[in-house]
């Protein structure tokens, strides 16, 4: 009886240890894919951002031509 319920005990705990297993490497690839979204947000230029860069740009190629043509 002893021995059967050691072989139990060590089912029960090699199916624990498995199951944290699979949950560490899911939330571990979770987490990397959450840092690569949040690296891509980073980079994303939005159209109204575009808007601000365009109209800086043009103040200053507007501001260039005057002085080049003083």
């Known amino acids: 009886m002893e021995k059967v319920s050691e072989f ?3 089912i029960f705990t090699a199916f624990i ?5 699979v949950c560490k490497k ?13 690296n ?4 994303i230029l939005r159209k ?5 860069i ?3 740009q043009n103040l200053i190629l507007q ?3 005057e002085g080049k043509n003083k």
């Open 8 to 10: 139990f005990i060590a």
């Open 17 to 21: 240890s498995l199951g944290a297993w």
């Open 26 to 38: 899911m939330f571990s690839r979770i987490e990397k894919l959450e840092s690569k979204v949040e």
């Open 40 to 43: 891509l947000e980073i980079n």
């Open 48 to 52: 109204e951002d575009l808007e601000e």
């Open 54 to 56: 365009k109209a800086t």
């Open 63 to 65: 501001h260039l031509l």
